[in-house]
């Protein structure tokens, strides 16, 4: 059976050993504990446990941000004392929603004061998996880098635990019947309903930015909340999730340039899998009970029905698709897919970036998940378009 953590688990711990696998060894494991395909799988093992626990911005420079050109972590890594923001804003931990479906966040905020207007924000929707509210990939935090670095730019944004991270417990009820809207659209309406409410925010400049499978989701958002001024496309997939995960997984095992009989195992059991989903999805064969692919077929006929680019044509309001280049989980042509796609919009602007991969981090030649277990910081180019 392939193994695939699914959209209920909180990720597995962290284990050191890791640092010291073969790179076959771990290309296989970042296949193999791939979840939902769109975000590499070294999310899993790297995001620890939460569970219990630009437009209207200056374009001044995040300053701290990056500096390194891929080669690890800025001289002025601001972060210098667990949980204390650095000079130049504040981050307040705040709770969305109540009861089971409740989610810890950060709101943070620019200094000094805004003016009478509030700050414009951006809330940060993430990708697929259960990640918590920076995003952590092992030592990189790409959200926080990004909240960090737009306070600097005079802007505030919030952020939260996906609920598959902060309680998968409330999925239970949903075993077969899970779609990608109770995983994505009750925690976006109580960050939207937070910041409406919220006195220093600038109601009529509030912007969600959507990455990778968050960005999916940001037409079915456009759908049901009012209260958004525009979007940002990080990174965005347009593409159908499952049919993704075996071109992953073949330049996962090619990146060593061969591919050993373990490997060639784990892409039969994909191609298995996958057989078995599109036989659902054509009819051939009726839903089972038990997951596939890590997720409830549900999940696999919802994706597969709602088209993101067809649902992208009536968004009339501004868009920012930003792609990096060498991003192999979302490939750089899916941008102008977007851009083509979103024919309501008389605002949309597409920007791409040649070395920068799908968490936004520089670097040189093809993009390899072994980088991941080096710190880095997102680009600051990239932050300052926002």
Known sequence: MLVII???ETGSPASERNHMMNRSSLMRLIALLCILFLLPAIAACGAGSVGNGNPGSSSSEAEGISGTNGSGIGEDNYVTTPGAPPPGFTEEEVTLGTGDWAVKGKLTLPKPAADGKGYPVVLLVSGSGPNDMDETLYKNKPFQDIAQGLARQGVASLRYNKITKQNPKVFEPYAT????????LPNVHEALAFLEKEARIDRTRVFVLGHSLGGTMIPRINKVETLPAGYILLAGSNAFLADELLRQY??????DGKTDEDEKTAMQQVELELGKLHAILDGTTTAPSTPIL??????????????????????????LVLQ???DYNVL??????????????????????PALNHLMLAGTGKDDPLNLLTPQMVDAAMISDL
Do not use: C, M
């Open 332 to 353: 750089p042509e899916s941008a102008e897919k977007w851009q083509a796609a979103l024919t309501g919009s008389k605002d949309v602007t597409v920007r791409h970036y």
């Open 177 to 184: 019947t899970l779609t990608a809207n109770e995983e994505y």
């Open 294 to 319: 890590g997720a409830p077929a549900s999940y696999w006929l919802d994706l597969y029905a709602q088209d993101p680019l067809k649902a992208a044509a009536v968004i009339t309001k501004p868009v």
């Open 6 to 8: 699914n959209v209920f």
């Open 250 to 255: 073949q330049y996962l095992f090619g990146l």
């Open 324 to 326: 990096g280049d060498r």
